[in-house]
Nanobody
Framework: QVQLVESGGGVVQAGGSLRLSCAAS????????MGWFRQAPGMERKLVAT???????NFADTVKDRFTISRDNAKNTVYLQMNSLKPEDTAVYYCYAVLSTYYRSTYYQDYWGQGTRVTVSS
């Protein structure tokens, strides 16, 4: 089995910062992109940022000047540094990874974390 476990969510005032972490564990053979999506109440889940195994990054326009993404391949962990937070960043943040397992090392599929809530107060 594979698990993605997020941490770092919480409540912060507008203008503040939070750092989310997501560690993938289990019978992992290889991880391709990792990243973050978020879902605000009553809204669809949307991409926040992604990072490939070689470090290429992609950001949603709404966060590109405020958020950074990084990963530690040795730890199978991805991070999201969120600065200058706004009330509209309030959402549940989900980590995801495209990975293969030892059982089927050439077959890649999406895995998701359980989500961590971020609340930004005005």
């Amino acid at each position: 089995q594979v698990q993605l476990v997020e941490s770092g969510g919480g409540v912060v005032q507008a203008g503040g910062s939070l750092r989310l972490s997501c560690a993938a564990s289990g019978s992992i053979a290889s991880i391709k992109p990792m990243g973050w999506f978020r879902q605000a109440p009553g809204m669809e889940r949307k991409l926040v940022a992604t990072i490939t195994s070689d470090g290429s990054k992609n950001f949603a326009d709404t966060v590109k000047d405020r958020f950074t993404i990084s990963r530690d391949n040795a730890k199978n962990t991805v991070y999201l540094q969120m600065n200058s937070l706004k009330p509209e960043d309030t959402a549940v943040y989900y980590c995801y990874a495209v990975l293969s397992t030892y059982y089927r090392s050439t077959y890649y599929q999406d895995y998701w974390g359980q989500g961590t809530r971020v609340t930004v107060s005005s």
